[in-house]
């Protein structure tokens, strides 16, 4: 795919998430609009599941730009995120430079700290130029990586460039379209938030959630998919759970009762499959059974209910 201009409006950049299938309200499609525009990176916080990593994935694909990819872990360091040194290569021509003659430690470090030796990692890749266009370039999770981590982003997203101590600064010629996610197990420094533009991924509405099955579940029947979305709004905002489910994980159990033929929450069945829907043993256990069956009760007197208001509202 060939690259893509950027959107030039807010209702552009609507438009080119929902030709992914991305249903995004216009507060985040406000704060994408500014980050494209203005060239800074986006700054995403919010639960687990609530699609973050997602946009960084539409972006690369509605724009036609390579997608790069650094997912973080506790222990992330420069060599894994940034570059390091082929080591074996550079034995190699140390003993070929020996066997030559060539003894002179100026000429043989010049030689050896040469790009050919450079392995790049992701940040060095993002950085580097493409007949595409700059690439998306997805930091995900960074609440997973240390905090002398994040210390030395900070060139990255300030200014675009890398000091590689052997070979001098690299500098991007146009910054890449940066976003960031975290799922706030602890709080990033401000420093690095300053740089960014900031903006919190919350849960879906009913409507927007429903409107999300529909899109990426269309087999689910039209029954099904409101029930499934309505019994995870309810799990949201009535039990205290140790892990709310995202909507990764709305999609997955839309999907699941959907391959088992359903065409409607049943009890028993939702009671069955709520490991694919909650991923603690002790939700699980708070939920199934009478409560499943409560809960879908509920949710079928609130559609009757809704039903009876919209019928007497049309006499």
């Not at 525009?37 to 946009?55: C, H, N, Q, S």
């Not at 009535?238 to 391959?259: H, N, R």
Request: hydrophobic letters at 40%.
């Amino acid at each position: 795919m060939t690259a893509q201009p950027l959107p030039g409006t807010i209702e552009e950049t609507l438009a080119l998430l929902e030709s992914a299938g991305y249903v995004a309200d216009r507060a985040l499609a406000t704060v994408l609009h500014l980050s494209l525009r203005m060239k800074r990176p986006l700054f995403l916080e919010g639960e687990a599941g609530v699609g973050k990593t997602e946009i960084a994935k539409v972006l690369s694909e509605t724009l036609g730009r390579d997608l790069i990819r650094l997912q973080c872990y506790e222990g992330l360091d420069v060599s894994s995120a940034v570059y390091e040194w082929n080591y074996a290569a550079q034995m190699v021509e140390i003993r070929v430079s020996e066997a030559a003659g060539n003894t002179d430690h100026g000429d043989l470090s010049r030689s050896i700290f040469d790009e050919r030796f450079l392995i790049k990692r992701p940040v060095l890749q993002a950085l580097e130029p493409s007949p595409k266009g700059p690439p998306v370039f997805l930091i995900d999770e960074l609440d997973r990586a240390d905090e002398a981590f994040e210390a030395f982003l900070l060139e990255v997203l300030a200014d675009s460039q890398v000091t590689i101590p052997e070979l001098g600064t690299v500098k991007a010629d146009e910054p890449p379209i940066v976003i960031i996610t975290t799922n706030r197990t602890r709080e990033i420094h401000d420093a690095l938030k300053r740089r960014c533009l900031y903006h919190w991924v919350d849960y879906p509405s009913a409507e927007r959630e429903l409107e999300i099955v529909r899109k990426k579940v269309p087999g689910a029947p039209e029954r099904l998919a409101a029930e499934v979305v309505a019994f995870v709004q309810k799990l949201r905002t009535e039990e205290d759970l140790f892990k709310q489910p995202g909507v990764a994980e709305t999609l997955d159990w839309a999907t699941a009762l959907s391959e088992l033929n359903e065409i409607a929450l049943d009890p028993d069945m939702a009671s069955d499959t709520l490991g694919v829907l909650l991923k603690y043993q002790d939700d699980i256990e708070r939920v199934r059974g009478s409560k499943v069956r409560q809960m879908v009760d509920d949710i079928r007197k609130d559609t009757a209910r809704a039903q009876t208001a919209i019928g007497s509202a049309g006499r």
